[in-house]
C-alpha cells in the first residue's frame, strides 16, 4: 500500500536521478494535525472589487498575513484571485497576469483560489463567457502548479458574499492541509446559510455523527477525523467484520452498530441507535461501498445486483427514513462517497460506475429536500486512494494510475476524509447537492 516510489523520489539521490531520467516527481504533501496553523505565510489577494476588499478584511481578522500586492521574491502560503465581479472575458487580464507575477513565489503546497460566480447564472452571453473562462483557467493553471501546490474554485452564488459563511468556510477548507489531495476543483456555495464554528479545531463539536462500513479503510479513517473534530460516532458494518469495527469503535470512544445497510430496516435502526445511545444524530456518511470488477460482456446477475443494491439503493433506502424521521430536523447533514469511476468511466466498472453516479444523481435530487429542514446533502468523488481496494489492482496499472494525477500520486483515506468533515460542518450550510472530487486532479476523464 505504501507509495515507495514519492518517499524515493523526495530523498537527495532519489531526486536528482528522477530529474534526470525525466520521472514524475511526486511532493510529500502537507497534511493537517490539530492546532496547525491555517497556513504559514503571506496570503495575497488580487482583485479590486468590494468583494476583494471584504474579503481580505475577513482574513485580516482570522490573524493572516495577507497582502493586497504582492513583494517580489517573498514566499505566498496562498494567492487568492477575487473575479466575482466578471461582464466580459476582457477583465480577466489584469487580476490573472496579477497573479501569474506571483506563480513563482508560492510555497511548497501552497494554494492558489479562484472566486467567481456560475456561467450558469449569468446574465449576459459576455458575463457567461468570462465566468466560465475562469474554469478553463483554473482548471489549467492547476496542472502547473508543482510542488504539492493546488489549485480550485469557489462559486458564488447569486446573492451570494465573498464573505458568506460557507464562502469563508470553503476558502478555509481550501487554504488549509486538509484539502491537501483536492486541487483542480470547483465548490459552489448557493445560500448564505452556515456558520463559521467557534472553534477551528473542533468544528464538529456537540454533533452525532453515524459512518457506514467504519471497520476498516475509508471509513475508518472518516469515523477517526470526525472524532478528531468533535463528533460522538455510531460506527456501522457488516456483523462479519464485527471484531474490526469494535476495535476502532473503542479507539474513537463511540459506539458500534452491526448491521447490514441493505436491510428493509436499516434506516430506522440507525436512528434508533443514534437517538438511544446519544439523544440524536446530526450528521450520516454514506461510505460502505462494494466492488465486483467484469467486462460488461462477463457480467452476472449477482454481481451487477450486490454492487447497485449496496453502493446505491441501500442509500436511498435509508436517506427516506432520515427524511421522514422527526430526530433528524436540526441542520442535517449527509455526505455520501461517490467515486470518480461514476463520473468518467472505468474499464470493467459498470457496475460500480452505474452505483456512482447513481449516489451524484441522488445527491443533486435529495438536496431540495434536505434544504427545507435547513439540512444539506452532498457527495465526494475520490479518485486513486492508497487502501487494501486499490492495494489489489495488479502492481503496473496500479502505478499508472496512482501518477496519473496533477500531483502525481494517490491519495490517502485522511484526504477523503477530512473533506467529508468539512462538508458535515456548519461552515459548509451554504453547499447543497455539490459533488467534490478528491482526485489529485485526475488527468483522464471528466
Ligand atoms: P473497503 O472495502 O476497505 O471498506 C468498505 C467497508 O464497507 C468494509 O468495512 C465493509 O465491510 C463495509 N460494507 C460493505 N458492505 C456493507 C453492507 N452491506 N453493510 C454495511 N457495511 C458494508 O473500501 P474503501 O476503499 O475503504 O472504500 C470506502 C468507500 O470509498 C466505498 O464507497 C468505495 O466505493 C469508495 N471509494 C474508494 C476508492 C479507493 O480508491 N479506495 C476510490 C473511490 C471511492
Known amino acids: 500500500m505504501a507509495d515507495t516510489y514519492t518517499q524515493m523520489v523526495n530523498s537527495n539521490l532519489g531526486r536528482s536521478v528522477a530529474r534526470k531520467l525525466g520521472l514524475p516527481q511526486p511532493a510529500v504533501l502537507r497534511r493537517y494535525k490539530s492546532g496547525q496553523p491555517l497556513v504559514t505565510g503571506p496570503v495575497v489577494v488580487v482583485g479590486d472589487t468590494p468583494g476583494a476588499d471584504k474579503l481580505a478584511a475577513e482574513l485580516l481578522s482570522w490573524d493572516l498575513d495577507v497582502r493586497r500586492h504582492a513583494v517580489p521574491a517573498e514566499k505566498l502560503a496562498a494567492i487568492i484571485l477575487v473575479l466575482d465581479e466578471l461582464e466580459h472575458p476582457a477583465e480577466l487580464e489584469r487580476p490573472v497576469l496579477a497573479a501569474a507575477g506571483s ?203 450486490l454492487v447497485i443494491n449496496i453502493n446505491i439503493a441501500a442509500q436511498l433506502r435509508i436517506n427516506e427514513a432520515l427524511l421522514a424521521s422527526e430526530y433528524f430536523r436540526s441542520t442535517p447533514r449527509i455526505v455520501s462517497v461517490a467515486s470518480t469511476s461514476g463520473i468518467a468511466g472505468n474499464r470493467g466498472q459498470t457496475n460500480y460506475a452505474a452505483s456512482k453516479g447513481g449516489v451524484m444523481g441522488m445527491v443533486r435530487a435529495t438536496a431540495p429536500l434536505l434544504a427545507t429542514a435547513g439540512g444539506t446533502i452532498n457527495a465526494v468523488a475520490p479518485g486513486f486512494i492508497e487502501t487494501d481496494m486499490t492495494a489489489r489492482i495488479p502492481f503496473a496499472v496500479r502505478e499508472v494510475a496512482r501518477r496519473l494525477n496533477s500531483l502525481q500520486q494517490g491519495g490517502m483515506p485522511s484526504d477523503v476524509a477530512e473533506t467529508i468533515a468539512f462538508l458535515a460542518s456548519d461552515a459548509a450550510g451554504g453547499i447543497n447537492g455539490q459533488v467534490l472530487r478528491v482526485c489529485g486532479q485526475n488527468l483522464v476523464g471528466a
Open 103 to 305: 506563480l513563482r513565489d508560492l510555497q511548497p503546497c501552497g494554494r492558489l483560489i479562484t472566486l467567481s460566480r456560475p456561467a450558469a447564472e449569468a446574465s449576459s452571453p459576455h458575463a457567461a463567457a468570462a465566468r466560465q473562462g475562469v474554469d478553463g483557467f483554473l482548471r489549467s493553471l492547476a496542472k502547473e502548479l508543482r510542488a504539492g501546490a493546488t489549485g480550485n474554485g469557489v462559486l458564488l452564488g447569486n446573492g451570494t458574499a465573498t464573505t458568506s459563511p460557507s464562502v469563508l468556510g470553503a476558502v478555509r477548507f481550501f487554504l488549509s492541509a486538509r484539502s491537501a489531495f483536492v486541487d483542480g476543483q470547483f465548490l459552489s456555495v448557493s445560500t448564505e446559510d452556515g456558520a463559521l464554528p467557534p472553534d477551528p479545531d473542533r468544528p464538529l463539536a456537540g454533533k452525532v455523527a453515524v459512518v457506514t462500513g467504519a471497520a476498516r479503510g475509508i471509513g475508518a479513517e472518516i469515523a477517526r477525523t470526525l472524532h478528531r473534530d468533535g463528533a460522538t460516532l455510531v460506527l456501522v458494518d457488516i456483523p462479519a467484520a464485527g471484531d474490526q469495527l469494535a476495535s476502532v469503535a473503542n479507539e474513537v470512544r463511540g459506539t458500534a452498530l452491526q448491521l447490514d445497510i441493505t436491510g428493509a430496516d436499516a434506516g430506522q435502526r440507525i436512528i434508533d441507535h443514534a437517538v438511544q445511545r446519544h439523544g440524536r444524530l446530526d450528521i450520516v456518511v454514506h461510505n460502505a461501498g462494494v466492488t465486483r470488477d467484469k467486462l460488461m460482456a462477463n457480467m452476472d446477475q449477482a454481481r451487477w445486483n
